[in-house]
């Protein structure tokens, strides 16, 4: 069997290119034929309306290997990436870790923010983190969302990550006989080390853990106004930040700014692990307003620590309140919860250990297995035969 991997870039950075990595090389460890082929050519000095088409028309390029990729027996890529292949006679996999749909819907305008977030984010503005409450148009983002649907509706098969993606699938009118739900997976290094019960801190604290971003839309959907707000209503706990963000005013006020607390941006991911297996029995806060799948989540799971998140990507699925950790709705809701696991050391350690059992469920052989069986099942299925009305 031979997959085509459509990548956006070579370089590392986002949660779809660890994913897509890890898919490839496990595939390769499996038997499976895979080679990655990235665009070359984009569109330059877009206006910033036209930022959507610059993406999407850049994966035009890949064309120009047509030959080659032909000679694969799938091609997938991330979400929209494999439009070009659409009209050939090779089928298309699309994986969505999350939909620009969701991104849309639930990253609010500054003036719809909560209450105290609101007040969070108009000081990161007058204070110069933030250069915009808003970003200026969402055009190119609704270009996407369009492209995606169209990808997923006459794809041969569309990955959901979560229980959530897939949802949003069928709400932009995707066959649900052609989705499966393959949850993401953490890369072997997260589980080769467990923590045991002699690393569980006695001097407990808060951590975030991924992705921020750098502009106002971005910092929205990820909820730095939230963590912030969080943050500042515990200022004698020891508070630790691993980011990843191209910001460096956020980096710089997140430190000056909130007591007790180190900020750690852009450190290599491998290095991770070994930097929150001392905090076993912290709380890992996330306050995202949206994600398809969070593999922060899971990677913060698997050393111990104990998730206070809102219901976004696998989070309700695989989080069960009191027994592996909160998913809370409001941000008076994460404080008390915070308050709550603080208290009480019996409850934090049940808590750790058992969110580091439900890690141990996310390992890479698994989603290996997952993929296999999906490339059998569409292969034999005609190029076509399951296009979405």
Not at 186 to 201: Q, S
Not at 280 to 307: D, H, N, T
Request: proline residues 5%; charged residues 25%; hydrophobic residues 40%.
């Amino acid at each position: 069997m031979k997959i085509a991997f459509i990548h956006n870039e070579k370089r590392l950075g986002t949660g779809a290119h660890y994913i897509n990595d890890l898919m490839s090389q496990k595939l390769k460890q499996a038997g499976v034929i895979t080679k990655n082929f990235y665009p070359s050519v984009s569109l330059v000095e877009a206006p910033i309306h036209m930022g959507g088409l610059r993406n999407i028309l850049f994966f035009y390029s890949l064309l120009e290997k047509r030959r080659e990729i032909m000679k694969f027996d799938f091609v997938q890529g991330t979400s929209y990436t494999a439009l070009p292949f659409l009209a050939y006679p090779i089928p298309v996999v699309s994986h969505f870790g999350s939909t620009t749909i969701g991104f849309l819907k639930n990253t609010p305008l500054a003036k719809d923010l909560e209450a105290e977030c609101k007040k969070v984010w108009q000081n990161l503005k007058t204070e110069g983190v933030i250069k915009e409450l808003n970003i200026k148009t969402r055009r190119p983002l609704r270009d996407i969302a369009d492209i995606e649907g169209y990808v997923a509706r006459n794809a041969e098969a569309v990955i959901a990550t979560s229980e959530k993606v897939r949802q949003e699938l069928l709400s932009i009118g995707v066959c649900d006989s052609k989705i499966y739900l393959i949850h993401n997976a953490i890369e072997d290094y997260w589980l080769e080390n467990e923590p045991t019960v002699k690393d569980f801190v006695s001097n407990p604290g808060l951590v975030f853990l991924g992705r921020l971003g750098g502009d106002s839309f971005t910092l929205k959907l990820k909820g730095l106004d939230r963590l912030v707000h969080l943050f500042q209503k515990f200022p004698n706990i020891p508070k630790n930040t691993f980011c990843i963000t191209n910001n460096k005013r956020i980096t710089s006020w997140l430190t000056e700014r909130i007591p007790n607390h180190k900020v750690l941006a852009n450190t290599t991911k491998d290095k991770l692990p070994g930097l929150l297996k001392p905090l076993k029995g912290s709380i890992l806060f996330i306050p995202s307003r949206y994600e398809g799948f969070s593999l922060s989540l899971i990677e913060g799971m698997s050393q111990g620590l104990v998730p206070v998140i809102y219901s976004v990507g696998v989070a309700p699925e695989i989080i069960k309140n009191g027994e592996n950790g909160f998913v809370v709705s409001s941000q008076d809701e994460a404080a008390k919860r915070v308050e709550e696991i603080l208290a009480d050391e019996k409850l934090r350690l049940k808590l750790s250990n058992q969110a580091q059992e439900t890690a141990a469920n996310f390992s890479s052989d698994k989603i290996v297995k997952d993929l296999i069986k999906l490339y059998t099942k569409v292969k034999k299925v005609p190029k076509g035969s399951l296009i979405c009305g």
